[in-house]
């Protein structure tokens, strides 16, 4: 399984442009989350989604989108970049019960400039 | 206020140390608890599981002190592969995890 893959792994964005960074997982998982990580710090919750069509906001939303319209699929938007936005940014998922391990991807880090 | 909060070192150990990190958490109604490891620039891998009467995995022990919204992590005989930075999680009923900021930790020869 390839478990949780995250695009691209690194990306460059001008203030002002706009991109999608994709999250894909392969675990029939309900549960997908979005975390930015600045420089030092901890996770922060972004944006999650408790299965296909049902997203909702977590501690840093402003500035992004999401959308969950399949169970593999829980794309990042972004669409006015701004300096701030420059973190590393962290795809999880898990399953509804059983086990509450997060499952995360690589990670995209993304600079704006 | 944060969720969560850690005292985020550096812990510089020799080995064969003991080290304890701590980490209390704000909410109440948090229902799961967790130690995470983050290695440089990688993604955080789940360490182990924190349990109200307490948990054991090889040389890594963690508390959980729920009156005191208080977590633990004990580590045993450090080794140098044991640095990295630990990352205090607790879950609540809604499915929201929240990290701390991470201790750091390196292990010295």
């Known amino acids: 399984n390839a478990g949780v893959t995250q695009t691209p792994k690194f990306r460059i964005l001008k203030i002002g442009q706009s991109m999608t960074l994709q999250c894909t997982q392969d675990?029939?998982?309900?549960?997908m989350y979005w975390y930015r990580q600045d420089p030092g710090m901890g996770l922060k919750l972004i944006y999650y989604s408790v299965g296909a069509g049902i997203t909702d906001k977590g501690e840093v939303p402003n500035g992004y989108n999401v959308s969950r319209s399949t169970t593999e699929d829980f794309p990042l938007r972004l669409e006015l970049a701004a300096p701030s936005q420059t973190s590393v940014y962290f795809c999880?998922?898990?399953?509804?019960?059983?086990?509450?391990?997060?499952?995360f991807g690589s990670g995209t880090q993304l600079s704006v400039l | 206020r944060k969720e969560v909060e850690q005292d985020p070192g550096p812990f510089n150990v020799p080995e064969g140390a003991t080290v304890a990190f701590n980490c209390t958490y704000s909410n109440s109604a948090s229902q799961s608890f967790f130690w995470y490891r983050q290695d440089c620039r990688k993604e955080p891998k789940l360490l182990m599981s924190v349990y109200s009467s307490g948990n054991e995995d090889g040389r890594f022990t963690a508390q959980l002190n729920r009156a005191s919204q208080y977590i633990s992590l004990l580590i045993r005989d450090s080794k140098l592969s044991d640095s990295a930075t630990y990352l205090c999680?607790?879950?609540?009923?809604?499915?929201?995890?929240?990290f701390g900021t991470g201790t750091s930790l390196t292990v010295i020869p």
């Open positions: 675990m029939n998982h309900n549960y």
């Open positions: 999880a998922s898990r399953p509804v019960r059983g086990n509450e391990k997060l499952f």
């Open positions: 999680v607790a879950a609540n009923t809604g499915n929201q995890f929240y």
